[in-house]
């Protein structure tokens, strides 16, 4: 395969150029998301890492930041949005 990759016609395609077979930004027909980055929302199931929230009254498919696991009802803020995944993190509650 390397000399393919180097040498051949394969080198000049998009699988090699970015090393992967799959677009990692929005393309025509993906879902955008973006919109929900900043916004806050509620675990509705236990994250391990992967789960669903409520977000603006809606429910999403989301991944847990760092893979981290928490439990349903945690509150989440959504801090990044990679295509389709959703990307969140645990709202820590400071006491005063």
């Given at each position: 395969?390397?000399?393919?990759?180097?040498?051949?016609?394969?080198?000049?395609?998009?699988?090699?150029?970015?090393?992967?077979?799959?677009?990692?930004?929005?393309?025509?027909?993906?879902?955008?998301y973006t919109f929900?980055?900043?916004?806050?929302?509620?675990?509705?199931?236990?994250?391990?890492p992967i789960?669903?929230?409520?977000?603006?009254?809606?429910?999403?498919?989301?991944?847990?930041?760092?893979?981290?696991?928490?439990?349903?009802?945690?509150?989440?803020?959504?801090?990044?949005?990679?295509?389709?995944?959703?990307?969140?993190?645990?709202?820590?509650?400071?006491?005063?």
């Amino acid at each position: 395969m390397m000399l393919l990759v180097k040498m051949g016609w394969i080198s000049h395609t998009v699988l090699v150029q970015n090393k992967t077979a799959v677009p990692t930004d929005i393309t025509e027909g993906t879902l955008d998301y973006t919109f929900l980055v900043g916004k806050t929302g509620i675990a509705v199931t236990q994250m391990r890492p992967i789960g669903k929230a409520l977000i603006d009254d809606e429910e999403y498919d989301v991944i847990a930041f760092n893979g981290m696991m928490f439990e349903k009802d945690t509150k989440l803020i959504v801090t990044k949005v990679e295509g389709v995944k959703i990307i969140v993190k645990e709202i820590k509650e400071t006491k005063v």
